[in-house]
């Protein structure tokens, strides 16, 4: 594919992630502070988010598969995770997990339950589409070109 | 604390402004210490900072940023404030451990560096908690995610604040020399130690606090 039409389904990428909520502003914000000086830093912070999150979704598993649920600690954990996901822009990530603190606060575990499981279908999602972001990132500068930001 | 005899020993100031203020012009970058015990955040908040143009230190705990400043009591704060001269802390609120705002209450209460300005940053936008914050001192809270905006709006409100201070006092020395019968006090370099400890301000960072060489 050449340099112009990469641009473009980046472009267009980025857009429909916007529009399906999966990216929001502060993920623009995030690109337009990489530049030569910085070629990787949306990687670098994205990077970041995926560590930390999958850390975070393993205690999540594990405290509420306890015979007594310590809410307190859920709480931090996804209080942790509303933070990170919303310094990168991942949108629905960051709502499932203002749901999540509800339903702590309530201590209801199953909701609890409920929403790590949708917690955990959102953070793959969009770990799978900022992965296809990346891919198509690395072609346009592979074939010489820079990355085309959205308006 | 022996405040005024520490400033003697650094060094001698060759006129009276550089007791108090550091001139506009300074060629010392704008250094802004971040506080955040998110690794992200940190990664962020570093790079907004230097694309703003500042020197940044980020440390993951209030613990640390105390460290840093030399306030944990084992570090000593006048050998520290020289080489750091920061001119900004901006801190993270919910931290596990010392909260931000309870960093806030500790860089106040010390005489060295109550004058640094002190943003809180928080991902909540809790009304009280914001109260609370600007009632200790705080300069300004910022809800998260901090933006590009946000760090430049910061930066040039604190380094226009710094330049009306010091057009103020430049503006009240010109005022005492020309009123003062004992002119040739002010161009004299004041020894520190020498002047009587009422007038001695408890910081060269002492924004609001300036001497008065002779009574009118």
Known sequence: MELGQLQRRFLEYTRSLHADGFLDDQFSQLQQLQDESNPDFVLEVVSLFFEDSEKLLNALSLALDQQTVDFKRIDAHVHQLKGSSSSIGAHRVKNVCIAFRNFCEQQNVEACRGCLQQLKQEYYLVKTKLETLFRLEQQIVAAGGSIPLME | ?216
């Not at chain 2, 604390?1 to 010392?28: A, I, K, W, Y």
């Not at chain 2, 020395?173 to 001695?200: G, M, Y």
């Open chain 2, 1 to 216: 604390m022996t405040g005024s005899c520490e400033l003697s020993r650094r060094h001698l100031p060759t006129n009276v402004e550089d007791l108090f203020t550091r001139p506009s012009s300074d060629p010392q970058q704008f250094h802004v210490l971040a506080v955040d015990d998110s690794v992200i955040d940190r990664t962020v908040i570093e790079r907004l900072l230097k694309i703003s143009s500042c020197k940044v230190t980020t440390v993951e705990s209030g613990t640390r940023a105390l460290q840093f400043l030399g306030l944990d009591g084992k570090t000593s704060s006048s050998a520290v404030f020289d080489d750091l001269k920061v001119n900004l802390i901006m801190t993270d609120y919910s931290m596990p451990g010392m909260t931000g705002y309870e960093l806030l209450k500790k860089i106040k209460e010390s005489s060295t560096f109550r004058e640094i300005p002190v943003v809180i940053m928080s991902s909540e936008n809790i009304l009280p908690r914001i109260d609370r914050c600007l009632e200790e001192g705080a300069e300004e809270f910022i809800v998260k995610p901090v933006k590009l905006s946000d760090v430049t709006r910061l930066k040039d409100f604190i380094i226009k604040g710094r330049k009306e201070e010091s057009n103020e006092r430049m503006i009240k020395k010109r005022r005492i020399q020309h009123n003062c019968s004992c002119s040739s006090l002010a161009k004299k370099p004041p020894l520190a130690c020498d002047l009587p400890s009422s007038i001695v301000p408890s910081s060269p960072a002492s924004s609001s606090k300036r001497p008065r060489f002779c009574e009118k």
